[in-house]
């Protein structure tokens, strides 16, 4: 059962441009975080938030949870070939529910 | 920092073989995870466990069992690998609280089932 939806699924920018992925549920729950995983590699997390309309910023990047902890999204600022990755979104309850994931791809 | 150790990167395996995955953390966490990731899918629950020797199924469990004999060893089996059971797999653990506890991840083993 797929309760989270990404998207854009793909995204292709340059260097210095603004972006948002979106989180979507229809579902309520307790904290939703978001990791990033690069080639090769498992993903690792980049924050955690819990409050509805909770907003965490982490350098270029800000993370808002919505009122009603049923969605979030994560804006980056002025782009870097670093953030190059994929990005998931995961929502607590008994268990971890991972979204589809969104592939940024940042051209220098 | 937390590391979470899959003891093989890339596996080629023949239909029909029994094939193990292993993967062990060393920070004494309670949860393990089992994930399999494929495109445009995102990650799926395969398996969970709680405890030693205790397992939850995740959700698509099937053709696979696992085994925690040990805290800190997570072991997923293929009884009979298929074709469609080709994927990258990911291990991962955390404290006993999932609401506010991360994930920590291994790098992932790519099985390939021919």
């Known amino acids: 059962t797929q309760l989270l939806e990404q998207s854009p699924q793909f995204l292709s920018i340059q260097e210095g441009e603004n972006l948002t992925v979106y989180c979507n549920s229809s579902?309520?729950?307790?904290?939703l975080q978001w990791y990033r995983q690069e080639p090769g590699e498992g993903p690792v997390l980049l924050v955690t938030?819990?409050?509805?309309?909770e907003v965490k910023k982490l350098k270029r990047l800000t993370f808002q949870f919505g009122d009603a902890r049923k969605d979030s999204s994560l804006h980056i600022t002025a782009a870097q070939p670093g953030d190059t990755g994929l990005y998931l979104c995961?929502?607590?309850?008994?268990?971890?529910?991972f979204g589809t994931g969104t592939s940024l791809t940042v051209i220098p | 920092d937390v590391k979470v150790t899959q003891s093989s990167r890339y596996l080629v395996k023949r239909t029909g073989e029994k094939v193990f995955l292993e993967c062990v953390q060393d920070m004494d966490h309670e949860n393990m995870f089992w994930y399999r990731q494929d495109p445009g899918l995102g990650l799926r629950l395969i398996y969970f466990s709680y405890d030693v020797k205790m397992k939850e199924k995740g959700d698509i469990p099937e053709g696979y069992s696992v085994s925690r004999e040990k805290k800190e060893r997570f072991s997923l089996i293929l009884e009979s690998a298929s074709t469609n059971q080709t994927s990258m797999y990911l291990c991962a653990s955390s404290l006993w609280d999932t609401n506010n506890s991360p994930l920590h991840f291994g790098n992932g083993t790519r099985l390939t089932v021919t």
């Open positions: 579902s309520v729950f307790s904290s």
């Open positions: 938030v819990v409050t509805g309309g």
């Open positions: 995961a929502g607590a309850g008994n268990q971890f529910y």
